[in-house]
């Protein structure tokens, strides 16, 4: 059943839909305005965001697809930035596995389109597509890094599933590192031709991720666990600043 385009809408910081979560995790360099289409209430669930090669090898696409179904199993909300390779591997999991997905595009809401691999999955009341840039903004590598900020300040955990010695995926992750958001790693065990910016992220604090020896799954409970501490961190946080700006009656 063909479902018709949901509204573009916009918002800047001071609008009460904003992601408080934004400010509180990117501070001063949360985005100015923000354009939505689909369900906005799917900013309000608990969130886990996956990064990864556009180019990512078959491990790669098979471990991004296992933990973005286990994530989804959890009832987490699976976001991503929408470009090729890992993350609409993980989209479309998200998707057939009957769960939600965000997508957060480097380029103005003008140039987004449902991607090939998404169309038999895609339902709009399950999807949240987000662009901090101007409508008719084209991608540029600098807009890509922006907006992989904002994609993992809007969730619980981050997921790096395949990243090189350099490039986009790394520098996210270690961004991740600096803003304090629980960071996960895919460890590749003794395959040194897999993701060799995996094992640099792991050195300086990711936590390996490694599949379960029962069920060869990946084993996403401490993620599970540090998600949760960290969004209950943050909703607490928030709680605080709304109770700062109250007014005072004498």
């Not at 895609?122 to 807009?143: C, E, K």
């Not at 809007?154 to 395949?162: F, G, P, Y």
């Not at 090189?164 to 790394?170: L, Q």
Request: charge should be positive; include cysteine; aromatic fraction near 8%.
């Amino acid at each position: 059943m063909k479902q018709d385009l949901p509204p573009l809408v916009e918002i800047n910081l001071d609008d009460r839909h904003y992601p408080e979560r934004l400010k509180i995790v990117l501070g001063k360099n949360a985005p100015k305005r923000l354009f939505f289409r689909g369900n906005i209430n799917l900013l309000d669930e608990h969130a886990i965001s996956f990064c990864g090669a556009r180019n990512v090898s078959e491990k790669g696409i098979e471990a991004a697809t296992l933990c973005a179904r286990t994530a989804t199993k959890n009832h987490f909300v699976v976001t991503s930035g929408n470009a090729r390779g890992v993350d609409r591997a993980t989209h479309r999991e998200a998707l057939a596995e009957g769960g939600a997905t965000i997508l957060v595009i480097p380029e103005g809401m003008d140039h987004f389109r449902i991607a090939p691999e998404l169309r038999d999955v895609w339902d709009w009341h399950r999807v949240l597509v987000i662009s901090q840039f101007d409508s008719n903004a084209i991608w540029r590598a600098y807009h890509a890094m922006d907006r992989n900020k904002t994609i993992m300040a809007l969730s619980c955990a981050m997921i790096v599933v395949e990243a090189g010695e350099k490039g986009g995926t790394r520098a996210a992750g270690e961004d991740a590192l600096r803003l304090h958001i629980p960071l996960f790693a895919v460890d590749y065990g003794f395959d040194e031709t897999v993701a060799p910016g995996n094992r640099e992220l792991i050195k300086k604090g990711a936590k390996p991720l490694k599949r379960s020896k029962e069920t060869g799954e990946p084993n996403l409970n401490r993620l599970l666990y540090d998600a949760e501490v960290f969004c209950a961190d943050v909703r607490s946080r928030k709680f605080v600043n709304a109770q700062e700006v109250q007014p005072k009656f004498l």
